[in-house]
Structure formats: C-alpha cells, structure tokens
C-alpha cells in the first residue's frame, strides 16, 4: 500500500478534509492532495506530527507493521529447500528477490535466498545461468561484509564467493582477495585456539576438529599441487602422505574419504596425467559403488546443506548432507569421465549408473 493511499484512508477515517489537515500542518491543501496521489511525499519532518494527528506511529504511516512483515520474512524462509525443478522454484526465487529489496537490512532473508539460489544452482536448475552466479556474488558480498554475522558466518560467505566464480573472472578474484585479507590468519583462527581454552574430552574434540580442518584443505592443496605438477620429487610419497591422514579418522579405505569432497578431481586428473590408468579406474569404479550404496542408506531422505555451525567431527553422520555430498559427488564423477575419456567406451556402463545416483535425489 503506497503512502498516498494510507494517507487518503487515515484521513477519511478520521472525518478530515484535505483542508483542514493542511492547516493542521500549515501547509497548502494542494501539497495534501499531491501526496494522496502519490506525486509527493512530505518532509520527513512532518512525519512525527502526522502521526500524532491520526494516533499511529510512523511505522503505520509508512506502511511498515514489523510485527506482521517479519511473520511474513519467518515463513518465507522455513520452507526455503522445499522445491523441485519445475514447481514454483523461479516464483520462489522471484519473491525472494522482492522480498530483500523490500527489506535491505534483514540479514536473515539475504542468508536465506543465498542459500536458495546456490541449491538451485549446485543442484543444476540454474547452473547454466549466468546472472544466478552474478547474484549470488553480490549477496554473499554484501554478507561478508554485514557487522551482525559471526567470523563463522562470514567465512562461510567468502567461500560461496569463490565457489560461485568458477570462471576464476579477475574483478572477482580482485574482491575475494581484498575480503581475504580482512579474515584472520591461520594462527588466529577459532580452530587453532579454542583447544587451548578448553580441557577434558572438549579439548579432545576442538584438537579432532582442527586435524580435520587441517585434513580437509591440505589434502585438497596436495592434490592441486600435484596435478599442475608442482611436486615432482617423490609424487607417490605425497600420495601416500595425503592418503594416510585421512585414513586415520575415517579408516583405510581411501573412496570413503573421496566421497563428498572435491579432492578426488584433482586426484583422479593427477592419475590420468601420469598415465596411472589403471589406478584412476579401480579409483573410480569403487567410488561408484561407494556412491550406489551410500544412496540405498539415504533412500527417501531429503538432502540438505548443513548450517554454518557444522561440527565436522560428525557431518558425515547427518544423512541429509551425505546425500547431498554424494549427489554432488556423482555429477563431478560424471563430468570428469566425460571430458577426459570422451571416445572411451570403458566407462560406458558407469555413465548410466552415475546419472542414476542424481537423478535419485528429489532434491536436485
């Protein structure tokens, strides 16, 4: 409802001529008459005195019943992951957008189309679009950068940042690189100090948490380094490095680990650039079946990102983000076979398997 016609209802309600409210205010009745049919405002320093004229706050005045608008935001986002392809996905979207740019300071409906426009797009309804990556660029920047989010919350943006930019485009690195060097170093990061504050089985855990950080993105530096061919001395040993750490926490068998994390890309790239053929088959065909069977565990489950409060000693127990891991998993699986082994028919009967394990999910 715009100003003029709160304005023109108020006044009509209250028994009042556009005359008299004007001399009320001392002003013109034309200046009245403008702002009812919305070819003006009034100064902002006449809202207090309306407002007492018809006993309503400034709020009413302006149209804004927070109470009832930020029922409207709850509801909105409570159900922000119900959607499939081709149901109401692009109206979602389409009222979330009005909705941030009806309400610039709500943090929680900014977090929540973010969430909303990267499902769509990792899932693969939106990939190809170009603006949908835009987007999510300049709402995570703008997350970044919002005072009212924790460390946590802030870097969980950064990153989406980077994952978003996969063209690597040089003004978006630019950003990143200026947003990067506003974050705290390693040495000052929660994962590195809390085991110092705390004692017991607490301290266990934070101590278990930072091997896993530690695990997580040095394997991943492992493996980019060796497929761009930056260690060349002893490869197999940094293999054996790479693997063996995870394999303390999550057993020895090396897919269990694969599976869910980008690392096996640059692994599997690594292989086939070293002409270890063999090794990057058995690799994949086991990180097929792993996949097929983690899909029979997670039958009829909804997939889902965890929060940014995620405790990674324990995500890979929550099966709504497995499956999505998973998922994920199979379309980069899939992707890879394709562009490296286009004219190959060894992999022929996996493509179909592969396709199967996606299209699974309700979710994507």
Known sequence: MSFGTIIRRIRREADMTQEQLADL????????????TDAAMPDISLLPALANTFHVTTDELLGVDIENNQ?????????VVNFKEGEGLEDKIAA?????KNNPTSVKLKENYTLLLFLSRAGGIR????????????LCEELVKEPKLEERGRDYYLELMSLVNVDGEPDKNEKIKSL????????????VILPRCVIGQERSRANKILLLQCMVYGTEALFELLKDGELQDDPDAIIDIAKKLPELVYGKDAA??????SSFIPYLEFLHRTGREADAKSLILQLTAKMEAQMKKTEGIQSALLPTDYDL???FERPEFAKLSVVG???ELQKHIETTYPDSSEYEELIPRLKTIVDTDTFL
Do not use: H, Y
């Open 329 to 331: 998993s199979a379309k």
């Open 96 to 100: 979330f957008r009005e909705a941030v």
């Open 313 to 315: 000693v324990t995500m």
């Open 25 to 36: 205010l001392n002003i013109s009745p034309q200046a009245v008459s403008r702002w009812e």
């Open 180 to 191: 990067v060097a506003t974050q705290c170093s390693i040495k000052n990061c929660a994962e």
């Open 256 to 261: 269990e680990w694969f599976i869910g994390d």
């Open 127 to 138: 990939k190809d679009n170009p603006d949908c990556a835009d987007e999510i660029f300049s």
């Open 71 to 79: 029922a409207k935001i709850d509801e909105m986002c409570k159900n």
